[in-house]
């Protein structure tokens, strides 16, 4: 099983600044790795996946980078609504696939 | 609009079955390979278990920690998917999704259904 790891736990965030969120994958999933956010409530939602591909629909200040085995979430600017949950998912050994533990970003 | 609706969770006593469903509107649902996920209170995310569509067999695959308990499969004459669980533990309760599968990930989610497995 393709473990993966985020960090942190938690980000404290003030709105409109930049938040960074790491995730790592105990082997190689290439570019095949996926970030969701997910509210209290509600659904996980698709944000990006290959890697730095927006899904339909999310706005340009999420971006997503990395390969291999070390990836990036970067909101740029943070927005009330962006208060949430993320996952970050590897779906190189689809459909089997695994999650992280999550990072939550709150308001500072 | 696309949509997945889950429903037929509850309350059930550990050893017992449970069977929930998933009914897709707004698209093909013959066309796509279906998904279980779940979420245990407070915790992350987990896969659960996948059925193919008719043009790929049909067949399913699941996570060590429901094989053998749980059972996926699918009606595509009323566009639902089920997930049958036997032999329930404590350890299954959870919010069970069930997604849409498109292009290797699970993009579309329904609302999800709490299943608590409790004495």
């Known amino acids: 099983e393709i473990v993966m790891t985020q960090s942190p736990a938690t980000l404290s965030v003030s709105p409109g600044e930049r938040a960074t969120l790491s995730c790592r994958a105990s082997?190689?999933?290439?570019?095949?790795l996926a970030w969701y956010q997910q509210k209290p409530g509600q659904a996980p939602r698709l944000l990006i996946y290959g890697a730095s591909t927006r899904a339909t629909g999310i706005p340009a200040r999420f971006s997503g980078s990395g390969s291999g085995t070390e990836f990036t979430l970067t909101i740029s600017s943070l927005q009330s609504e962006d208060f949430a949950v993320y996952y970050c998912q590897q779906y190189n050994n689809w459909p089997r696939w695994t999650f992280g533990q999550g990072t939550k970003v709150e308001i500072k | 609009e696309v949509q997945l609706v889950e429903s037929g969770g509850g309350l059930v006593q550990p050893g017992r079955s449970l069977r929930l469903s998933c009914t897709a509107s707004g698209f093909t649902f013959g066309d796509y390979a279906m998904s279980w996920f779940r979420q245990a209170p407070g915790k992350g995310l987990e896969w659960v278990g996948f059925?193919?569509?008719?043009?790929?067999?049909?067949?399913?695959e699941y996570a060590a920690s429901v094989k053998g308990r749980f059972t996926i499969s699918r009606d595509d004459s009323k566009s639902i998917a089920y997930l049958q669980m036997n032999s329930l533990k404590t350890e299954d309760t959870a919010v069970y999704y069930c997604?849409?599968?498109?292009?290797?990930?699970?993009?579309?989610w329904g609302q999800g259904t709490l299943v608590t497995v409790s004495s």
């Open positions: 059925i193919r569509s008719k043009a790929y067999g049909g067949t399913t």
């Open positions: 082997q190689s999933v290439s570019s095949n």
């Open positions: 997604t849409r599968f498109d292009r290797w990930l699970p993009r579309i």
